[in-house]
């Protein structure tokens, strides 16, 4: 009863459901947990990085001029990112997709640029530095995975703040989530005439 | 699902085939770039919410089959180069199965107005 409520109108699934929400934050933390890893390894402070295929390659990818462009090496800004998705997936209750918006496009804009920048990051191992890193790649695998499965809560966010448009229904107040700005159910709609 | 997996593979392959079939620039910087990308958009389309992404391989899969000619590839890289191109354009227009829906998709932020909101 309660499922069929929370599913945004014309959906088969509640993108904003536990079971579709879960997988996401238990992967985008195991993405955690391999860029703090590598991010001790470029911190220094363990010496060593685990490397099963490509011998220097992790080694020569993670010391690269290229990792440390920024004040930070790269794998402290992937950690940070994985956090990010992973708090901002679990945050939020089964309606989130309509109560907290902003939330959800807090959440998709966190997923986006993460998978862009690990591709990124995937052609220039060996293009810029002749080799590839295995703990590296797993990430990248971890950080484009999680785009398809997060991404269909932003349309139903979206779509709803469309609705509250139509309905001339402050979209600024439905993006935090205020109470007023739900818009009318469909059948109240055509009943009352709403909506002009 | 099937044409998503050929096509990660595919992807793979690109990453691997200058190693494997030892072959140099500009094939294999080439190859280095767009097989790490039509893996990601592959990867992304599995998810039935955002499956017409898969186009993104068709021009992908088109600019591999014409690069060996406007860029000089050794034979091999070229035979490589033009097999994965055909293959990600034709991975690319294999939908595969939508069995959800979402309430009119992407598209439907971009029309004017929901004809069934306006009805009443």
Known sequence: MASEQQRPP??????????????????????????????????????????????????????????????????????????????????????????????????????????????????????????????????????????????????????????????????????WGLRMAQPQPAFERVSSGAGR | MWARV?????????MAAPAVLAYGDPAATNDRIFGPTAAAFAVIAMSQVVRALRWANLPIGAWLVVAPFLIGYETTAAVSSMASGIALAALAAVRGQVSDSFGGGWISLLRANDGNRKSA
């Open chain 1, 10 to 175: 014309g959906w088969t699934n509640n993108p904003s459901a536990w079971n579709q929400r879960l997988p996401i934050v238990a992967v985008a933390l195991a993405g955690f947990g391999i860029a703090t890893y590598l991010s001790l390894f470029q911190l220094e402070v363990i010496a060593a990085v685990w490397e099963p295929f490509f011998g220097n390659g992790s080694r020569r990818v993670l010391t690269s001029s290229l990792s440390t462009v920024l004040p930070v090496p790269d794998a402290v800004l992937g950690a940070f990112g994985y956090l990010l998705d992973a708090v901002t997936g679990a945050i939020g209750g089964k309606d989130r997709w309509r109560r907290m918006p902003w939330i959800v496009i807090v959440f998709g804009i966190a997923v986006g640029p993460l998978g862009f920048i690990s591709v990124l990051l995937v052609i220039a191992q060996p293009v810029l530095f002749g080799s590839f890193c295995t703990l590296c790649l797993a990430s990248a695998v971890i950080s484009v995975a999680i785009i398809g499965p997060a991404v269909d809560e932003s349309l139903a966010s979206l779509q709803h703040l469309k609705r509250v448009k139509q309905d001339g229904v402050s979209v600024w107040r439905a993006f």
């Open chain 2, 6 to 14: 050929a096509s990660i593979a595919v992807g793979i392959w690109l």
